[in-house]
């Protein structure tokens, strides 16, 4: 009985865990190579950004348990690029225009640089298709995940 009960509770702990909770939505390694592949130009990643994306996953990389990827909520978070001004949007309201462009540094990575810092922006951009990724996490920051909606 001593040795059936551990092993009870390991498969209890296995599959009390939901799907979302170890499966990441996102394989960063796959992410860079499809950036990699497109061979993404300053003026090619301008165009690609040009339209409207959405905030749809956050993974935090903290220490301990703070480790783990969050969804966002519809429309919680956008980023309207047009031309060279980006509008940012929460819930839906605008809360502010910004004159944006890309900073470059380390080689070919793009940052994006605006007047004022726009949370969930920090870090390196990349592209995979119609998905977007600051990240943060080199830094100690959160990698922020976005989605071309328009």
Not at 1 to 30: G, H, R, Y
Request: charge should be negative.
């Amino acid at each position: 009985m001593k040795i059936v009960f551990p092993w009870i509770i390991i498969v209890a702990l296995v599959f009390s865990c939901t799907e979302d909770e170890t499966k990441a939505p996102f394989n960063k390694q796959e992410f860079y190579s499809n950036h990699e592949a497109a061979n993404w130009t300053k003026a090619s990643a301008i165009e690609h950004l040009q339209g409207r994306w959405n905030l749809i996953y956050t993974y935090c990389c903290g220490f301990g348990d703070s480790n783990k990827w969050s969804a966002v909520e519809d429309n919680y978070f956008d980023l309207r690029f047009e031309g060279d001004s980006v509008k940012v949007f929460t819930n839906k309201n605008l809360e502010r225009t910004l004159h944006w462009q890309f900073e470059e540094r380390d080689g070919d990575a793009l940052y994006l640089e605006t007047e004022e810092p726009i949370s969930n922006t920090f870090g390196t951009l990349y592209f995979s298709e119609n998905y977007m990724l600051f990240n943060g996490s080199p830094s100690d920051g959160s990698d922020n995940y976005f989605q071309k909606v328009e």
